[in-house]
């Protein structure tokens, strides 16, 4: 067994909230590979099966403001240990359900439960990792978020196949309560967001609402959430049925975007902990390549190998913009106020992720699947300039600041 002493605190804290983040996704995405087991089991529709996730998903998109005020207020290490435990738990209990309504309930407390990470991962980081590795920090708490959502889906139906359903969510359900006994056991190395010279009172939710350099980073979290969800939706339909793509390599372009999603995120990380200075262009360019990439697979004539290397490059400029993005909005958030910052501003990755891709499937059941990539690259473009009027409007209350503290 490796001795604590070998592992540095800022390995031990980004081991620590990356293990909660990862169950966080892999939670909410292991209740579809158990629809078709389902539809037969409770004689259900499956427009019925599809609320399991969507209740979950808005459930943790609407609480996630809520628990970034009390995160600031109490502290995050009590809500983690609580939420982690009662999110695994409710998993676990879905094993138990004789009748769908019941998994619906289950799914809306467990997507409750789920919604306090953000808010909470993210003002442990700021407190607890040394500013020179707080990069590589917020990209390996995103690394596991994006590695949760990819190994979900196998490791269910595997469990699924060994033995049933029911065991196979009990097992991931209980999964959860090592990774809280952890937690509580090295509790001491979490810290809390520094507090600094927080205004007397702190933000309040109409503060946070109508701030405008918060509200668009919120609309430059969703629009890029909207465009990801809707490649990520349809690029195989659209390659195989529009550019007669094999199967196969339709599929393999998919992956090849997510795995070079997930590798930009740590090279994204490592970039910002060597220089900030150009923070700003770098998530600009990244995203306006990754935009451009996305465009041109969608009204080029290209082959299977050609979609696939220009997909995997795509998701590498996308992922790579991720750290930094989240870098940007770490540092426009005022003193101790980082965990409603969070809150508010990612409750617009889920709420982006619901909203493309039944438009798209609209404009490809109308014959207009050639659209599709074109409209998710002109969100992409889109995106950038409200990161970067978000940015000049942080750099401009920064700044007023600063002058009236003169």
Sequence with gaps: MISRLTISRDTRVNILIGNGHFLSHFYTLCLPPLFLIWQKEFDV???????????????????????GFLVDRFGARRFLV?????????????????DFWQILVLAAISGTANAVYHPAD????????????????????????????????????????????????????????????????????????????KKPG?????????????????????????????????????????????????STALTAYMV???????????????????????VGGLTVCSSVLTFMVGVLPVSGLVA?????????????SRTPRDI????????????????????????????????FGYLIDHGHAAWVLVVGAGILLTSVLCMGTARASA?????AEAAAAE
């Design 122 to 197: 993210y003002s442990i980081l700021a407190g607890s990792i040394r500013p020179e590795k707080m990069g590589k920090a917020f990209a390996f708490h995103t690394f596991t978020g994006n590695a949760g959502t990819a190994l979900a889906p196998p490791v269910v139906i595997v469990l699924a196949t060994l033995w049933d359903w029911r065991m196979a969510l009990l097992t991931v359900g209980l999964v959860g309560i090592p990774v809280v006994a952890g937690i509580m056991w090295q509790s001491s190395i979490l810290t809390d967001q520094s507090r600094g010279a």
């Design 260 to 282: 070079g999603t997930v590798s930009g995120i740590l090279v994204g990380g490592w970039v910002v902990d060597k220089s900030k200075r150009h923070i700003a262009w770098m």
């Design 395 to 399: 750099n401009a209350d920064a700044a």
């Design 328 to 359: 940007m909005l770490k540092d426009a958030a005022p003193p101790g106020e980082i965990g409603k910052v969070f809150g508010f501003v990612s409750s617009g990755l889920p709420l982006g992720s619901a909203l493309t891709p039944v438009p």
């Design 202 to 250: 702190g933000m309040t939710v109409g503060s946070l609402l109508f701030d405008k350099t918060l509200l668009l980073f919120f609309v430059f979290y969703m629009l890029g959430s909207m465009a990801g969800s809707g490649v990520q939706a349809w690029l195989i339909t659209i390659l195989h049925e529009l550019k007669g793509i094999d199967l196969p390599l339709a």
């Design 82 to 98: 609580v939420n982690t435990l009662v999110m695994s738990l409710s998993v676990a209990a879905m094993s138990f359900a004789t």
């Design 45 to 67: 529709s499956y427009a019925q099966l599809g609320l399991a996730p969507v209740v979950m998903s808005i459930a943790a998109a609407l609480m996630q403001t809520p628990y």
């Design 308 to 320: 696939i290397g220009l997909m995997f490059v795509a998701g590498a400029g996308l992922g790579a």
